[in-house]
Protein backbone atom coordinates (compact mmCIF):
# COMPACT_ATOMS: atom_id res chain seq x y z
CA UNK A 1 0.00 0.00 0.00
CA UNK A 2 2.82 2.35 1.23
CA UNK A 3 4.71 1.75 -2.34
CA UNK A 4 1.60 2.57 -4.20
CA UNK A 5 1.16 5.90 -2.55
CA UNK A 6 5.00 6.56 -2.96
CA UNK A 7 4.87 5.84 -6.97
CA UNK A 8 1.57 7.74 -7.36
CA UNK A 9 3.36 10.62 -5.48
CA UNK A 10 6.31 10.51 -7.47
CA UNK A 11 4.53 9.72 -10.62
CA UNK A 12 2.37 13.08 -9.93
CA UNK A 13 5.63 15.23 -8.87
CA UNK A 14 7.37 13.60 -12.17
CA UNK A 15 4.75 15.30 -14.44
CA UNK A 16 4.64 18.70 -12.64
CA UNK A 17 8.75 18.84 -13.34
CA UNK A 18 8.50 17.72 -16.97
CA UNK A 19 5.29 20.15 -17.19
CA UNK A 20 7.45 23.27 -15.73
CA UNK A 21 10.69 22.44 -17.57
CA UNK A 22 8.78 21.92 -21.17
CA UNK A 23 7.54 25.95 -20.18
CA UNK A 24 11.00 26.60 -19.05
CA UNK A 25 12.08 25.64 -22.62
CA UNK A 26 9.50 27.05 -24.38
CA UNK A 27 10.31 30.41 -23.41
CA UNK A 28 12.10 32.53 -25.50
CA UNK A 29 15.89 32.73 -24.49
CA UNK A 30 16.79 36.03 -22.89
CA UNK A 31 19.84 37.77 -21.58
CA UNK A 32 18.49 36.54 -17.85
CA UNK A 33 18.05 33.15 -19.18
CA UNK A 34 20.63 31.51 -20.70
CA UNK A 35 19.17 28.34 -20.86
CA UNK A 36 15.81 29.22 -22.93
CA UNK A 37 17.14 27.54 -26.38
CA UNK A 38 17.82 23.93 -24.55
Known sequence: ???TI???AGG?????LR??????V???AGPGFPYGTL
Request: no cysteine; proline share 5%.
Open 19 to 24: HLIFLL
Open 6 to 8: AIM
Open 1 to 3: MLN
Open 26 to 28: QRP
Open 12 to 16: AIGSL
